[in-house]
Nanobody, 130 residues
Framework: QVQLVESGGASVQPGGSLTLSCTGSKSPLDYWTVAWFRQAPGKEREGVAC?????????YYATSAKGRFTIYGTRGNNTVYLQMDSLTPEDTAVYSC??????????????????????WGQGTRVAVSS
């Protein structure tokens, strides 16, 4: 198990950028895949991005995140990041990171089963508005 703490959430204007951090009690990528999820008010939780460093670095994104979000991190580093660019009001949500066993994909789109992720952070809030 690993304890995860997110940070970096803030209020930003549309078109702005934000980088979220997910810091583990130990280097999460040494042992697990790491993903970012988000949940907007009144909506279901959505998997946003996932990274695995087994056999090389592999990253996967939800359709809503492709081309705008970047997940990155390395072995031996306690922090995994989510860089978010070109933010829109639809990106407003609580963002959580999680450590798990696999990045499930369907046609190269991140399509997670939350049951694959055993350790979760408490979340950090992102609000995009003018």
């Amino acid at each position: 198990q690993v304890q995860l703490v997110e940070s970096g959430g803030a209020s930003v204007q549309p078109g702005g950028s934000l980088t979220l951090s997910c810091t583990g009690s130990k280097s999460p990528l040494d042992y697990w895949t790491v993903a970012w999820f988000r949940q907007a008010p009144g909506k279901e939780r959505e998997g946003v991005a996932c990274i695995s460093v087994s056999g090389g670095t592999h990253t996967y994104y939800a359709t809503s995140a492709k081309g705008r979000f970047t997940i990155y991190g390395t072995r031996g580093n306690n922090t995994v990041y989510l860089q978010m660019d070109s933010l829109t009001p639809e990106d407003t949500a609580v963002y959580s990171c999680a450590a798990g066993v696999v990045c499930r994909v369907t046609q190269w789109v991140f399509s997670p089963d939350p049951a694959d992720f055993r350790s979760w952070g408490q979340g950090t809030r992102v609000a995009v508005s003018s």
